[in-house]
């Protein structure tokens, strides 16, 4: 599979980060989904918690008064990805002590792959889209596991990160916008697959879950 093969040339820095696991007994927790008609693989340890492919959701029902009713929205309800996603994130940004963040992309994009640790104190996100494209978000102690804080990587301009001020750079044969590498959280979000302007966009465009 095309996606496989790849598994994000980009980010060497964020696969070095995915695979960081911590030798503390804290819980690695993943959550993956498919699109319709494939089937899943073993992502991850015994202890990964597989999430269901997506399905479509009921629209909301109409109370009399015309308003709707139900729960109210997620506090990360413009996070591309299920509700069982969104609640995902809600529960990072509590359980880590800095801003968490999520992607806002198209349609045609779903959350594959996501996983963070408490004690390395990193959170790592994999998005996908119906073309196969793949791009990364990863926030956290980016010096901690990355070498020399990704400051190897030609830098190509400005950047933002939901309104942060970051940096365009040539990543692994693809672009990744890098806020803060040196500070604690530092961001990313990066591909080998889309354009520089795409990934510039898709940065910008990212949003901060609130802390319950």
């Known amino acids: ?25 804290t819980p690695q927790t993943i959550y993956v989904t ?13 202890t990964a918690q597989p999430m269901p492919s997506p399905t479509e959701e ?6 009399p008064s015309g308003s709707p009713s139900g729960p109210p929205a997620s506090p990360a309800a413009g996070c591309t990805g299920s509700e069982a996603h969104k609640a995902y994130f809600v529960q990072a940004a509590k359980d880590l002590p800095w801003d968490v963040y999520c992607a806002v992309l198209p349609s045609d994009w779903w959350l594959q792959e996501a996983h963070y640790h ?24 980016l010096c901690d596991v990355l070498s020399n804080c990704l400051d190897w990587y030609p830098t190509i301009g400005p950047a933002s990160f939901d309104g942060l001020d970051g940096t365009i750079r040539h990543v692994e044969g693809g672009y990744g916008v890098i806020v803060g590498p040196h500070s604690i ?4 979000f990066g591909s080998a697959d889309l354009s520089q302007a795409k990934v510039a966009e898709y940065a910008a465009a990212v949003i901060k879950v609130p802390k319950p």
């Open 58 to 63: 009921p629209s909301p029902a109409e109370s």
């Open 34 to 46: 498919l699109p319709p008609g494939e089937t899943a693989t073993p992502t991850a340890e015994p």
């Open 118 to 141: 408490r004690a390395d104190e990193y959170l790592f996100v994999l998005y996908r889209n119906s073309a196969g494209m793949e791009a990364v978000l990863v926030g956290g102690r």
């Open 1 to 25: 599979m095309r996606g496989a093969r790849r598994r994000l040339t980009i980010l060497a820095m964020a696969l070095v980060v995915a695979g960081c696991a911590s030798t503390a007994p």
């Open 185 to 188: 959280p530092g961001y990313v």
